[in-house]
């Protein structure tokens, strides 16, 4: 069965530092990844996915995260971390065209960020 | 402007009373989902339809009943066999052909 592991519970992080979360998936294939965040009391909304091409996806908000098949992993990065980035992390994954919505999500990492 | 709406924001439910939570978009979407969330948990799939008068269950459908008379509406009930309902419920919403899910502001639902 598919899974989706993010090793971070809880990231604190200083404003204007760099920001990485890490998310590995298990998957015999490549699975179609995603980066979801959540504001608090909120619904999700989509930072990024990645199907397939350059391993390295640009999303909103300054967020980039890169596909490594050799680690599987798919971590998400910002250089300079703003407050308002303060939220909910999930990575989440699906197998394909087949299974749209029927998302895998990790247990999500809460970003905090300090002044 | 477009978009799902889900009420009510906060619900509370009495031992053994069946609760509805709604969920309306204005997409136009065929694909409809409840998740449920707990603290320190991912989300979990608990229903989804993706056409008018059909549903699936998803991972933990149990003590959850859904409907999908309309192509805007997906109400989801947790019924009194459901014995740990207390968590935080959001609906979402897909196009055909559209990977992207659009999430509601969610429903906390708690137990007197």
């Known amino acids: 069965a598919q899974s989706v592991t993010q090793p971070d519970i809880h990231i604190t992080v200083s404003e204007g530092a760099s920001l990485e979360l890490r998310c590995n998936y298990s998957y015999g294939a490549t699975p179609y990844l995603f980066w979801y965040v959540q504001s608090p009391g909120q619904g999700l909304q989509l930072l990024l996915k990645y199907f397939s091409g350059d391993t390295l996806v640009q999303g909103i908000k300054g967020f980039e995260a890169e596909f490594k098949r050799s680690q599987s992993s798919f971590n998400l990065r910002k250089p300079s971390v703003h407050w308002s980035d303060a939220a909910v992390y999930y990575c989440a994954v699906i197998r394909g065209t087949d299974s749209w919505g029927k998302l895998q999500f990790g247990a999500g990492t809460q970003v905090v960020v300090t002044p | 402007d477009g978009g799902i709406t889900q009420s009510p924001k906060y619900l509370f439910r009495k031992e053994g009373q069946n609760v509805t939570l709604s969920c309306e978009q204005n997409l136009n979407h065929d694909a409809m989902y409840w998740y449920r969330q707990d603290p320190g948990q991912g989300l979990r799939l608990i229903y989804y339809?993706?056409?008018?008068?059909?549903?699936q269950k998803g991972d933990i459908a149990e003590g959850y009943s859904v409907s999908r008379e309309k192509k805007e509406s997906f109400p989801l009930t947790v019924t009194s066999a459901q014995k740990n309902p207390t968590a935080f419920y959001l609906c979402a919403s897909r196009g055909r052909g559209d990977e992207k899910l659009f999430f509601g502001s969610g429903t906390q639902l708690s137990v007197l």
């Open positions: 339809s993706q056409i008018v008068n059909d549903f």
